[in-house]
C-alpha cells in the first residue's frame, strides 16, 4: 500500500522545494477560505460594535468582550431585549424539533432503507423513482398545502406543525441515504441469521442494524443538520412569537436597525455551534454516508 | 414482508409529499382566497380542507404574461450557471488540493465541512460581517491597505449583489461538490497513475487523461445537483438581500416565495412555483439515469 500510494499525487516528502511552496501556499488558502469568515463571525460576537465600525481597521479586536452573548442568554438589559430574549426559547424549540424529526426519520426511514436495499417488490423502481424526486423537489413548492391544511387543523404556530412538515424533504434523503449503506453490507449476514431461525424481522433487528452504527449515525447527524439550519418552512408556517426556531429569529434581528451586528453575530455563532460540531464529530461518518448516496446538499 | 418493511416510509411520504404536492397543483389552478372560509370543499375525517373555485389555467396565463416573471427567469439562469460553474470549479480546485499528501490533511478535510455545515441565515450573515459598508472587514482590509480610496457597496448596485449571491452561496455548497469529487478521486486505481508516471506525463498531464475521465459521472452528478440547488435558494436572498435593489436580484423561487407568502396570492404563488418544479422533474430524470449509470469511476 504504502509504496503504491504515494504515485496518487506523490509523496510530499519527495517533493521539491518549490511545489512544497506551492502546495503549503494553496493549503493554507483554501483553510483560510474555509475558515476564516466563520473565524471573524467569532471575533466579531466578542467585539463592541463601536470597535468594528473604528477606521483603520484591525483584525485584532482592542476590547474583547462577552457582553454580546449576555444579551442574548438574558443576563444584562439592554435596548432590544424584546428581540435578543427569544434566542434561548427558540434554540429549544429547534432542539425539540429537529430531535423529533431525526428520531422519526431514523426508526421509520431507516426500516425502509433496509426493504429497499434487500427486497424485491412490487413498484419498487418507481418508488426509487419518485424518492430521487421529492428528494429535488422544491419544498417551498409544498408549504402554500401545508399552509392550509395547517390551518384548518390548528396545526400552524405548533412544533408539530414543523415536525410533518420537515419529514417532507427529510425522509426521502434518509431512505436514500440507508439504502445506499445497507447496501454496502454483505447480503451473507442477513442469510446466515435466516438459517439461524431468525425471522427477517429479527435478522433485521438484532443482526444488521447493531452492526449499521456509522450508517445510522451519517443518517440520524445529516436530519439533525437539515432540521436545524431549515429557515424558509418554518419562517412561513410559525409566525407567532415563540413559536417558532432559530433561523428565523436570527433573520428576524438581522432586518431590524436597532440592534447591532455583534450581537447578530452572538446568535449567530451561537446558533451555528451545534450543528458545526455535530459534524465536525461524525465528520468520518458523514463522508462516508453522503458519498455513498450522494444527495443533494 | 417487503411491505411492512417500506410501508411506514411510503405512508409518511405520501401525507407529507404527495398529498401536498397534489393540493399545491390544484390550487394552481383556482382562485384560493384565504380570507373566505366558505365555498367548496372536501371532508376528509373531520378536516375540512377548502378547494377554492376552479379557474382553469389563468394563473399561469397570468403569471407568464408578467414581463417580472421573465425577468426573474432569466436572472435564474444567469444565476444558476454562475454558481454551478464556480461551485464546480472551486470544488474540483479543493478536491485536488486535498487529494495531495501533507501533513494536517486530515484537519483540513474536517474544515472543508465547516461552511456546509451552517445555516444559510448564518451565512448570509457571516458575510454581511465581511462585505457591509460600513463595518465589513473586507472593505476595512481594502481601506487600510490603500487598494481603494472608499469602502466597496457591495449590494448597492444589482449586479454586483447578484454576484455576491452567487459567490457567497458557492461558498456553502462548493465543499459538497469537493466531497464527491474526492470520493470519486480516491476509487481511481493507483496503477493508473504509476502507469503514466513511468510513460512521463507530468502532473498536468496525469490531471486530464486519467483523473478527469474517471471522474466524468462524478461531475455530471455535481453539475446536476449544483443547478438543482442554484434553482431553489431562498434563504441567502431573504438575508442579504430581499430580491433587491429593486428586482435585481428576483429569482424565479424568490418571486414565487414573494407572491404566496408576502402577498398571500396562492394561485399564482403555486403556479410559479410548479414552474420550478417542472424543471426538477426533468433535471431528476437526468440524476435518475446518472444514478442508474453508476457513479462509481470504473477503477
Known amino acids: 500500500m504504502t509504496t503504491r500510494a504515494r504515485y496518487r499525487g506523490g509523496n510530499y516528502r519527495r517533493r521539491s522545494a518549490g511545489s512544497r511552496v506551492v502546495l503549503y501556499a494553496t493549503v493554507t488558502a483554501v483553510a483560510l477560505w474555509l475558515v476564516a469568515p466563520f473565524v471573524w463571525l467569532f471575533v466579531t460576537s466578542i467585539s463592541y460594535q463601536k470597535n468594528l465600525l473604528a477606521r483603520p481597521f484591525t483584525l485584532v479586536p482592542p476590547e474583547v468582550t462577552f457582553d454580546n452573548y449576555r444579551m442574548i442568554l438574558g443576563l444584562v438589559r439592554f435596548h432590544a431585549e424584546g428581540q435578543a430574549g427569544k434566542i434561548l426559547a427558540s434554540m429549544w424549540n429547534s432542539l425539540v424539533v429537529a430531535a423529533v424529526v431525526t428520531a422519526l426519520n431514523v426508526v421509520v426511514g431507516t426500516t425502509a432503507g433496509y426493504a429497499y436495499a434487500r427486497f424485491r417488490f412490487p413498484l419498487k423502481m418507481l418508488s426509487l423513482f419518485a424518492l430521487l424526486f421529492t428528494r429535488m423537489l422544491p419544498t417551498i413548492v409544498l408549504i402554500p398545502a401545508f399552509f392550509l391544511v395547517f390551518r384548518t387543523l390548528g396545526l400552524q404556530n405548533t412544533l408539530t406543525g414543523l415536525v410533518i412538515a420537515y419529514c417532507s424533504f427529510t425522509l426521502p434523503f434518509t431512505v436514500w441515504i440507508m439504502k445506499a449503506y445497507f447496501e454496502t453490507i454483505p447480503e451473507d449476514l442477513d442469510k446466515s441469521a435466516l438459517v439461524d431461525g431468525c425471522n427477517r424481522f429479527q435478522a433485521y433487528c438484532r443482526v444488521v442494524l447493531p452492526v449499521s452504527g456509522p450508517g445510522l449515525v451519517a443518517g440520524g447527524a445529516f436530519t439533525f443538520m437539515l432540521c436545524w439550519n431549515e429557515f424558509v418552512v418554518a419562517q412561513i408556517l410559525n409566525t407567532k412569537p415563540g413559536t417558532t426556531t432559530l433561523p428565523p429569529i436570527i433573520a428576524g434581528m438581522n432586518g431590524q436597525i436597532n440592534i447591532d451586528y455583534s450581537v447578530i453575530a452572538a446568535s449567530g455563532f451561537l446558533g451555528a455551534l451545534p450543528a458545526v460540531l455535530l459534524v465536525l464529530v461524525f465528520q468520518k461518518y458523514m463522508v462516508q454516508g453522503l458519498t455513498a448516496g450522494s444527495v443533494k446538499g | ?299
Open chain 2, 1 to 299: 414482508m417487503a411491505c411492512l418493511f417500506v410501508g411506514p416510509a411510503l405512508l409518511g411520504i405520501g401525507l407529507v409529499v404527495v398529498f401536498p404536492l397534489g393540493y399545491s397543483l390544484w390550487l394552481s389552478f383556482t382562485d384560493v382566497n384565504l380570507l373566505r372560509s366558505t365555498g367548496p370543499a372536501v371532508e376528509l375525517w373531520g378536516m375540512r380542507i377548502p378547494l377554492f373555485r376552479w379557474v382553469g389555467g389563468r394563473n399561469y396565463t397570468q403569471v407568464l404574461a408578467d414581463p417580472l416573471y421573465w425577468d426573474s427567469l432569466w436572472r435564474t439562469l444567469f444565476f444558476v450557471g454562475a454558481f454551478v460553474v464556480e461551485a464546480a470549479l472551486v470544488g474540483f480546485g479543493m478536491a485536488l488540493v486535498l487529494n495531495e499528501r501533507f501533513p494536517g490533511r486530515a484537519l483540513m478535510r474536517s474544515l472543508l465541512l465547516v461552511p456546509w455545515s451552517l445555516s444559510r441565515i448564518v451565512v448570509g450573515l457571516l458575510w454581511i460581517g465581511i462585505l457591509d459598508f460600513e463595518f465589513g472587514a473586507l472593505n476595512g482590509l481594502l481601506l487600510r491597505a490603500g487598494l481603494v480610496d472608499g469602502a466597496i457597496a457591495f449590494f448597492k448596485d444589482g449586479w454586483s449583489a447578484l454576484n455576491v449571491l452567487v459567490s457567497v452561496y458557492m461558498w456553502n455548497q462548493a465543499p459538497f461538490a469537493t466531497l464527491l469529487f474526492l470520493a470519486g478521486m480516491q476509487s481511481i486505481s493507483e496503477d493508473l497513475y504509476a502507469a503514466a508516471e513511468v510513460d512521463g506525463a507530468g502532473y498536468w498531464r496525469r490531471l486530464w487523461y486519467v483523473t478527469l475521465p474517471a471522474l466524468r459521472p462524478i461531475v455530471f452528478l455535481v453539475l446536476v445537483l449544483a443547478t438543482v440547488n442554484g434553482f431553489l435558494m431562498l434563504d441567502l436572498i431573504y438575508v442579504l438581500t430581499m430580491g433587491g435593489p429593486a428586482y435585481d436580484t428576483t429569482t424565479v423561487s424568490w418571486h414565487g416565495f414573494k407572491t404566496s407568502f408576502t402577498f398571500f396570492k396562492f394561485g399564482p404563488g403555486t403556479a410559479i412555483l410548479y414552474t420550478l418544479t417542472a424543471l426538477c422533474l426533468l433535471l431528476t430524470v437526468i440524476y435518475h439515469k446518472l444514478v442508474l449509470a453508476g457513479f462509481e469511476p470504473e477503477g
